[in-house]
């Protein structure tokens, strides 16, 4: 008797139960891989070659555990950070978070949505600025009239331009001894450059509105769902809903992490290797992509920054709006109408009217995208402190983190707080 047939149809509805249990930690990825996440990755291969590589083994691990730490308190709870942070912590501190992450977001948006503009100039030769504000006003009328879950999947297509770097590694001829011990750091170095760029990695790689989205869209899973409960209520949900959440983090962290050292490889194998040790301009970043993309590799690089900046966007101004309507307790929700959520709408379009500002600064898009990313490192300090000590609280129930996955996340904050330390060490000397 031939069972093939039914083997291969449980293989696809394996298959199919798998990518159902894809989503907020999915789309988390990849907005993580945003332009600021691609600027620094760019810089840090052209600045050290093969030499930072470690760090992206060393994020990975704290990058799930922090992330999964930051779902399960939405699940569990059915709230989101800032309204659990604000049950643990006095409520001028919960204010001051909020307000640290409005502000480093909204300097994230600016600078994603200037890196926008000055890719399209590229390919087009026309004014950076004029595609910015455009790029501004498509993004928020998509958030403002269309749920972000409908249009977020079809813009996840457009990030698979990065894998054009991925492709990279099987064209250039590469010194995988080099990388491998970039990998554990054998050519780890720490001047002030490197310092700065270790916060960099970090801050983009960890970044405190990641926390704050993946944590809000989990409750919107509950709040959408009526078959799914926070789990202090239901816990008979737990085993299913725990399982989801491993799967979708690890899947969504891991396309991150992998996307992203292939970028540094990719320079570092480009860029470094022929004397370009900084990155000033987004042509210098697009000239990467050259040895795969010729004299489209231009078109490729502004492909990559448009969808990532279009994915990302809302995460970076949503999230703001998320932790500022759970700390003050209003409204929120990317799948309402605006009539329905003014403060959460309103929040959302003051960050990134308040981000188009760095139009009128003198600094490069990627060079803005960078510094971004090291604003990001230093602000998810104390964010990710908060984040630990509600994960331990009796808001979690009898769903308080364990040991492994709450040392995990405490030692992700310690690496966050020794690399930003190191930095103003080095500064200094």
């Given amino acids: 008797m031939n069972h093939k047939p039914k083997s291969r149809l449980k293989t696809r509805l394996h298959g199919v139960a798998v990518l159902n249990k894809l989503g907020p930690g999915l789309i988390t990825g990849a907005a993580d891989d945003d332009p600021s996440g691609i600027a620094t990755y760019s810089q840090a291969g052209a600045q050290s070659g093969f030499g930072l590589l470690w760090t992206l083994a060393l994020t990975f691990p704290l990058m799930v555990a922090i992330q999964m730490i930051s779902a399960l308190i939405g699940r569990v709870t059915g709230k989101g950070l800032a309204s659990n942070m604000a049950t643990v912590l006095p409520r001028q501190v919960v204010g001051l978070l909020v307000a640290l992450l409005f502000v480093a977001n909204t300097i994230n948006v600016g600078a994603d949505l200037a890196a926008m503009g000055e890719a399209a100039r590229l390919v087009t030769g026309w004014n950076a600025h004029a595609f910015t504000i ?11 009239f269309i749920p972000y879950r409908r249009y977020a999947r079809f813009l996840t297509v457009l990030t698979f331009s990065l894998f054009a770097y991925v ?12 990388i491998g011990g970039g990998l554990v750091g054998l050519h780890a170095t720490l001047d002030s450059h490197a310092a700065t760029t270790i916060v960099a990695i970090f801050g983009t790689t960890i970044s405190p509105y990641l926390f704050f989205w993946q944590s809000a869209q989990e409750v919107e899973e509950v709040d959408q769902r009526a078959d799914e409960h926070p789990l202090v209520d239901a816990p008979g949900e737990a085993p299913e809903a725990m399982s989801r959440i491993r799967i979708d983090t690890l899947a969504g962290m891991f396309a991150s992490n992998f996307v992203a050292m292939a970028i540094m490889v990719a320079t570092a194998a480009t860029l470094h290797a022929h004397g370009v040790t900084n990155i000033n301009t987004a042509a210098d970043a697009a000239r990467a992509l050259e040895p795969i993309a010729g004299r489209f590799a231009f078109a490729l690089f502004s492909v990559s920054i448009i969808g990532t900046g279009l994915l990302a966007v809302p995460v970076l101004a949503g999230s703001s709006a998320y932790a500022v309507g759970d700390a003050w307790g209003f409204r929120t929700g990317l799948d309402r109408m605006p009539w329905q959520a003014t403060g959460f709408y309103a929040v959302i379009g003051a960050g990134m009217l308040m981000g188009l500002g760095l139009l009128w600064t003198p600094l490069d898009p990627i060079q803005a995208l ?5 604003i990001n490192g230093v602000v998810a300090v104390p964010v990710m402190a908060a984040l630990m000590i509600v994960a331990r609280s009796k808001a979690m129930g009898k769903f308080k983190v364990g040991p492994v996955l ?10 966050m707080a020794a690399a930003a330390v190191a930095m103003l060490y080095v500064q200094l000397q």
């Fill in 134 to 144: 455009a790029f501004a006003l498509l993004s928020l009328g998509l958030q403002l």
């Fill in 167 to 178: 492709a990279l590694l099987f064209l250039l001829p590469l010194d995988w001894a080099a």
């Fill in 370 to 374: 960078y510094w971004s990313a090291v």
């Fill in 406 to 415: 709450g040392g995990l996340g405490w030692l992700s904050t310690l690496v």
